[in-house]
């Protein structure tokens, strides 16, 4: 098996791709997927969330929302929304969103890679998520959400991706959320075979945004006996490491432990430099942090001492933070269950930190310098596995650019 290969994709026919595109299954609540799909009967979201189209309250993972997923792709393609290509091809993807380009290769990616740990991970997955997408692939018998991932220095792919989008493109959406979608098809053989054999030459690829996308695939191909097939492929978009945006992944907290602000402040400036800020802190190194606390933003800064820098995940602001600060302080051992913490993606900004404490709601924000994608390569290259809400890649793969039909 080759690391890649080409696939034929289904995608919307040029025209009704502005009809069609439509955000990740899962960065909206079945109630605001509803909302977004309002006059819209062919936005993918009737495939990805297809409980919108069923009475309020059906369980979203109910057998009838997955029979609703096949009916309406069913009734996408019979309409020729959809259209499926005669041959593969590779597809040149760029996401275009405040003034930041990003063009990757949408591709399917080898299982037998991921088994083998070229395709390298950096996350658990969660089993009842991980069924749903299953259920979601088994029902409509295609990959329908792409895999994000990155691939490492490679002059040679970003020479041939550069090369690929010199003309127009053949898709160009504009989403609602400002995020422009643009594809390139990519047919002859040459260029074809040239990104087969630079991504076979590569030591790994490194799943950024998609995990229990590609380990649900990985479930479907072992239930189909694992041998070759399309289903030993996963759908993908691989951009370049160096052109990846992640951003601030912060945190809110709902108490100080039963301490006043004051004697909290005095708590943490036993393990932190606590500097006031008059303006809100965007922090701009791993051991620096920003906090909002009683109307008032503070710098906190670990001395550099306190850093493993051979410690791939001890480096990690997520990491740092937790050791420090929400652990010994807070008592919050797992920020996975524990309802005391909640998480805010930075593309929210850091008003909406001061927003949600102001209010009433929490009694303390922090605002963490973003993980690099060098550190998310380093602990995926040393098996490990990140702190959870460690990253938040934006702009987002639209759902329904391209989908992978398994033969």
């Known amino acids: 098996m080759t690391l890649i290969r080409p696939f034929r994709a289904l995608r919307p026919v040029p025209g009704r791709a502005r009809e069609v595109l439509a955000p990740p299954y899962d960065v909206l609540s079945s109630a605001e997927a509803r909302q977004r799909a309002r006059g819209k009967p062919w936005s993918f979201l009737h495939v990805s969330k297809p409980e919108i189209d069923l009475p309020e309250g059906t369980d979203p993972y109910s057998s009838a929302v997955y029979a609703k997923a096949a009916e309406n792709l069913e009734r996408m393609v019979a309409e020729r929304v959809l259209v499926r290509d005669a041959r593969p091809h590779y597809y040149a993807y760029r996401t275009v969103w ?9 591709c399917v990616v080898s299982l037998a890679g991921y088994e083998n740990g070229r395709v390298r991970r950096h996350e658990l997955t969660t089993p009842v998520k991980e069924t749903d997408r299953v259920r979601q692939i088994e029902a409509v018998n295609a990959q329908t959400g792409p895999v994000m991932m990155a691939y490492p220095h490679a002059p040679e792919i970003d020479t041939l991706l550069k090369r690929a989008t010199e003309r127009d493109p053949d898709i160009a959406v504009t989403a609602d959320d400002d995020v422009t979608h643009e594809l390139w098809v990519i047919a002859d053989t040459a260029p074809i075979e040239e990104l087969t054999a630079a991504f076979d030459g590569l030591p790994a690829l490194y799943i950024a945004d998609g995990h229990h996308r590609s380990a649900a695939a990985a479930r479907v191909s072992a239930a189909r006996g694992g041998v070759e097939g399309s289903h030993r492929y996963f759908l993908s978009v691989v951009f370049p ?5 992640i951003l601030d992944y912060n945190r809110v907290v709902r108490d100080l432990g ?7 402040l005095a708590a943490i400036g036993e393990r ?3 500097t006031p800020a008059p303006t809100p802190v965007r922090p701009t190194e791993a051991r620096a942090f920003g906090m909002y606390l009683a109307g008032s933003w503070y710098q906190l800064k670990l001395e550099a001492s ?4 051979d410690d791939a995940v001890g480096r990690l602001p997520v990491t740092l933070l937790a050791r420090n600060l929400i652990e010994p302080v807070l008592g919050i051992a797992d920020q996975r269950t524990d309802k005391r913490i909640d998480f805010v993606g930075g593309a929210r900004g850091l008003g909406e930190l001061a927003r949600r404490v102001d209010s009433g709601e929490m009694a303390m924000a922090l605002a963490l310098h973003p993980t690099q994608m060098e550190d998310l390569m380093a602990v995926a290259d040393a098996g490990a596995i990140m702190p959870p809400k460690s990253t938040w890649f934006e702009p987002k793969l639209a759902d329904g650019m391209v989908s992978h039909v398994l033969d």
């Open 98 to 106: 405040q003034g930041r380009r990003q063009t990757g290769l949408a």
């Open 272 to 274: 932190f430099a606590v």
């Open 306 to 309: 306190q850093v493993p820098e």
């Open 258 to 264: 039963g301490r006043t602000p004051e004697a909290f």
């Open 241 to 245: 490491h160096h052109g990846m945006v």
